[in-house]
């Protein structure tokens, strides 16, 4: 081989990109193992030198023997005395042999559809693109503005959570437990802003608040309970109850949230969001939420509240949570850190009765043991440190001041079109005309780097109104909200 063609084969093998958030030493390790797993450097071929691979990629040569360095801690390469770096030629042994991939024949291949308990694609999800930021306006529900997050603050966390002492305890098997520190930040910190007080055996930490609707359900649902939700309502919540109970009872909504009617009555439970209803945004006022909580207990009734935005409240003083009035330990209570710190944590806890908490402990055991250590930990010294109360008041004043661009721009361009939220929050539920089909809208307005949600999924009849859609705000830059809204109006106009 020529020395071009040696040269060209490197450069070839390690790709780098400048404006990467890799670093250079990063991309050079990865490309070497990718490499070497492929089998595309002989076991024979001694690398470059540190110093010959720095001149070929262009970088400094210590990057380069820092890269070779790891890679010989991590076994991947050898160091042989006057020869050079190797490829490790024990990798071969733990390396699985390689089979063409064959066609399965049709005769005798599984028909997974017949064996599937159910077809989840026939269910009504939320869609969202995952290359939502790329839009140039992202009405997008749920997701977080990267630019708000507290990377220093986070960064100072992962480190002092990856101190020996907490490594060593967060790679034991907490088996059915959680972090001791968590539960006592969110017991002090967070639940008492909601007007909670609970003791740590009240407490079960979740993959997020679905995973706590998940345990819920399989814990105290059945073919014949009669589940009562909010129409229109939170769509995962639906499906995620049809797969234990058809039976599901659509209960009205109003300018104040739940209507308190004859539909609850023969509820075994209902499923309710009353402090920032989802979707419409209503709050429950206090004089409901007693009448809720009397009519639950005259019908032996359980209420699961999610409360999954209670800390995006900027507006109004908060009513208190439903969990705080229940005399009676019958509201199970679902909060989640998701709106407010990042989507991606998913990190949630569910508060209910001690043997409730005890059963669903045992269950989430079977299902996933526990959430991470070691994210349990960076969380508990968020909280901990002072950051969640300082990072919650500084998003609050930003989504503030999107809050108030919004309420400008809906009055100016979509006029009588939503009622606006009480409570704050981090969307507007908007309602079209009549003859207007939002998800039409949608594609129209996707044409232009417009990102809006169709709203026609969070019903839960069949034939739902097609003139709904919901528009976020907490990933949108406030300076591009009112023209946004203008060329919302204007696709409108069009179709």
């Known amino acids: 081989m020529s020395k071009r063609s040696h040269q060209l084969m490197w450069k070839q093998l390690i790709q780098l990109n400048d404006s990467a958030q890799e670093s250079l030493q990063m991309q050079v390790r990865k490309g070497l193992t990718r490499a070497i797993l492929e089998d595309r450097i002989s ?64 005769v005798g291949t599984p028909n997974w559809q017949l064996r599937l308990n159910t077809d989840l694609s026939l269910q009504r999800n939320i869609h969202k693109p995952p290359d939502w930021q790329k839009y140039r306006y992202p009405f997008i529900y749920g997701q977080s503005d990267p630019a708000l997050f507290p990377i220093a603050d986070w960064r100072e966390c992962v480190r002092q959570s990856q101190s020996v002492a907490v490594i060593t305890a967060g790679s034991l098997d907490y088996i059915d437990q959680d972090d001791e520190v968590l539960v006592e930040e969110l017991c002090i910190r967070v639940l008492p802003r909601r007007g909670i007080w609970i003791k740590p055996e009240n407490m079960l930490v979740t993959i997020g608040a679905q995973n706590a609707l998940s345990i819920i359900s399989q814990l105290l649902f059945n073919k014949d309970t009669l589940i009562g939700i909010e129409n229109p309502g939170y769509p995962d919540a639906r499906n995620l109850f049809l797969l234990r109970s058809e039976r599901l009872v659509f209960l009205d909504i109003d300018e104040n949230g739940l209507v308190i ?91 209910a009765d001690t043997e409730l908490i005890r059963q669903a402990r045992m269950l989430r055991r079977l299902l996933l043991r526990h959430p991470p250590a070691l994210v349990q930990r960076t969380v508990a010294l968020f909280l901990q440190l002072g950051h969640y109360d300082s990072h919650i008041s500084r998003f609050n004043q930003v989504l503030k001041r999107r809050w108030e661009q919004m309420c400008l721009a809906l009055e100016q361009h979509l006029p009588g079109s939503t009622n606006t939220p009480e409570f704050g929050g981090t969307a507007f539920w908007v309602r079209g005309p009549e003859a207007c089909n939002a998800r039409l809208l949608a594609q129209e307005c996707a044409r232009q780097s417009i990102l809006i949600e169709p709203g026609d999924v969070h019903f839960g009849q069949d034939h739902p109104p097609m003139n709904f859609f919901r528009l976020g705000f907490s990933s949108i830059p406030e300076e591009r909200i009112n023209f946004g809204i203008s060329l919302i109006r204007k696709a409108m106009s069009r179709m």
Do not use: W
């Open 43 to 106: 076991m024979d071929l001694p690398l470059p030198s540190g110093r010959e691979l720095a001149q070929q990629l262009q970088v400094s040569r210590n990057t380069i023997v820092l890269a070779y360095q790891r890679l010989i801690d991590e076994g991947y390469l050898i160091s042989r005395e006057r020869q050079g770096y190797f490829v490790n030629p024990a990798l071969l042994k733990s390396k699985p042999l390689y089979q063409e991939e064959q066609t399965p024949a049709d």
């Open 261 to 351: 009617n004859d539909k609850i009555d023969r509820c075994d439970y209902i499923y309710i969001t009353p402090s920032h209803q989802s979707p419409t945004t209503a709050t429950m006022p206090l004089d409901r939420r007693n009448a809720l909580l009397e009519k639950a207990k005259l019908h032996n009734i359980i209420i699961i509240e999610d409360d999954y935005e209670s800390e995006a409240n900027y507006i109004h003083q908060a009513n208190p949570s439903l969990k705080s009035l229940d005399k009676d330990n019958r509201v199970i209570y679902c909060g989640s850190l998701s709106k407010s710190l990042a989507p991606g944590l998913r990190l949630g806890f569910l508060v």
